[in-house]
């Protein structure tokens, strides 16, 4: 089962990176991207377009550590409460047998 995973993930990479060739040989007409601020030199359209996804793939990621920090903080603080509990429960599983005997 495991290698059939594999398989269809390789095949979709394939496909994934033919796509991606393709639009880069079909896109080769330069532009000179002029910003407000700037003008940037001229290069392919496909270079732009894969260099903007790029920045917007670093953005997002940039945007998701904050949630990332807070839900792993939070997941220490269970983990730690966790321990508390399963410890004072170890202490009154111990406590209930000494009064037994």
């Not at 979709?12 to 000179?32: D, P, R, S, T």
């Not at 601020?37 to 670093?58: D, F, R």
């Amino acid at each position: 089962m495991r290698w059939i995973k594999g398989l269809i993930l390789a095949v979709i990479l394939l496909v994934v990176l033919l796509i991606g060739i393709l639009f880069a040989v079909n896109n080769q007409q330069a532009i000179a991207l002029n910003l407000i601020w700037a003008e940037l030199p001229a290069v392919s359209l496909s270079v732009w377009l894969l260099a903007t996804l790029a920045v917007g793939v670093i953005v997002g990621m940039l945007a998701m550590l904050g949630v990332y920090v807070r839900l792993k903080a939070q997941l220490a603080r269970s983990e730690r409460h966790n321990k508390q509990q399963r410890k004072e429960l170890d202490q009154l599983r111990t406590q209930g047998l000494k009064e037994l005997a």
